[in-house]
């Protein structure tokens, strides 16, 4: 009866390792797929802050140019 006993909580120990590492393992695989999806999602915010940091300098230079013209023809006219 003791042996049996024993066996059973034996059993019962490998039962909740096996579902701990089951859950490990869906966790790891959650945490795998969701670093994937913040990855693309830093990727495109960086293509896209690139892409306003450089229409941002063209809009520089061209208030830049406005404002030398508008000296221009203040000294011209």
């Known amino acids: ?6 066996s059973m909580i ?3 120990e490998l039962e909740k390792i096996t ?4 859950e490990n393992k869906y966790l790891k695989n959650i945490f795998d ?5 913040l990855k ?7 293509k896209e802050i ?3 940091k450089d229409n941002s300098d063209i809009l520089k230079r061209e208030i ?10 203040l000294f011209t006219a």
């Open 40 to 46: 693309h999602t830093i990727r495109v915010l960086n």
């Open 1 to 6: 009866m003791h042996l049996y006993e024993k």
């Open 33 to 37: 797929e969701e670093t994937k999806k």
């Open 19 to 22: 579902k701990l590492q089951n």
């Open 10 to 12: 034996e059993n019962k």
């Open 64 to 73: 830049k140019d406005l404002k030398k013209t508008q000296r221009r023809k």
């Open 50 to 52: 690139e892409f306003y």
